[in-house]
């Protein structure tokens, strides 16, 4: 008899003398481990804890050596109660899930673990001792709500001070707003694009809808970031046509705090006027097509005053970008119906890839990236920003604070559909590497 590699050969003794069920090993020991209560093995994962506003997507691929007719499949859950995880996850301690497994059947081998789209356990499994196997995929979506209500701490509060939501809004709620990249707790995030999540308004307070006047009617042509009182960071195509300006500042009008673009008036947004709009120097697109220093920026003409849903991100300030590392973008582009603007903005989490992986991907990167651009994006064919995201920020979660590290420049065009093609990657402006320009606004 063929004696399987994947099975520890220690059994679990139940009655005496009887041996009747053998524990598998974990194909990563450090993230999910087998343990009986007494009654049924489970599984147990550990995970690290996200950014605090991060949504947390765990699936578990389980593979059983037979036909399963039971309509009772397991589950993956949080191993303690909602609260207690979000005070784990502000403490950035480990969350713990539990896996219940079909009952009735032989122990599940696990197949692969992922966490936001990444794969962090992997065990090759089609067949087990060449029996025909079922494979089980259970999956967990915690939102990660920040707090529902607005709480502060006083002299008489200091017991509360381990309840998730009271630390949470001692950590994120500040009166001064002079801080960037702070969301306020109240709202909740939820995990644009193709195949976005949708979000709660407020949870991307520095997200900028820049309009344009076409004759008598106003449209929505880019996105932009608040990065001060006054200065919002967006792409530069958006407002240059090679040589000549597109736009005169008197042409635009900026939306911040906005939700809903169907709504021209909507509570909490602030409609502003700009009075310069300012295109790097060295952006050109006369150099084949070639999207160097693609970026701009929009001075306001009078000072913003901040509020719980207008609130300026972080700059950038060291390349910390480490090839996998997930960075987050929201916008009102195109969506996977083929909306050619969502009304509604999404969020979406895409990894940075190497230059070396982008040159790879394909020849076109050689002639659109520069030394000053970066690229992201998952190259499923589903998920990305596309058309009407550009000018958008991709964002780092670093230092407790949401950092401006990118700017939507452009996408390789679908050779049929001639809209982004997301089986390639994103380029992204660099704001690393225009620091000292943008400093002088």
Partial sequence: MTVLKTIVKVCMIILTGVVVKCQPNSPCPRIFHYIYNGQEWQGVIEITSPPIGVTINLSVLLVVPQKITTSNLGSLELWTTREITLQKIAQQEKVRYRVKFPPRTPIPHVSSITYNEHRICGNKMNRLGGLLVTQIRLEHTLY??????RLSLGENDVEKKNDPEVF?????????HDQCG????KFAVTNLMMFGNEMEKGSWPWLVAVHAYNSTSLSYICGGTLISNRVIVSAAHCFHDRKTPQFAPSDLVVFLGKHNLRKLLEKDAVIAEISSINIHPDFSRNYGRVFDADIATLIMKHPIEYSDFIQPACLCR???????????????????????????????????????????????????????????????????????????GLLIYEDHRWQLAGIVSVAVKHPYSGICDLSQYVVFTDVTKFLDWIDKF
């Fill in 144 to 149: 990660t709500e920040l707090a529902k209500k």
């Fill in 168 to 176: 949470l809004q001692n950590r994120f709620q500040d009166n001064d």
């Fill in 182 to 185: 702070l969301i306020n707790a």
């Fill in 318 to 392: 060291s390349d910390r970008r480490s090839t996998g590392r997930l960075g987050v973008i929201v916008g009102w582009g195109r969506d996977e119906k083929n909306n050619l603007v969502t009304y509604e903005p999404r969020r979406l989490e895409i990894p940075i890839v190497s230059e070396a992986e982008c040159l790879a991907a394909d020849e076109i990167f050689s002639v659109i990236i520069t030394p000053r651009t970066f690229c992201a994006g998952w190259r499923d064919g589903k998920r990305g920003p596309c058309n009407g995201d550009s000018g958008s």
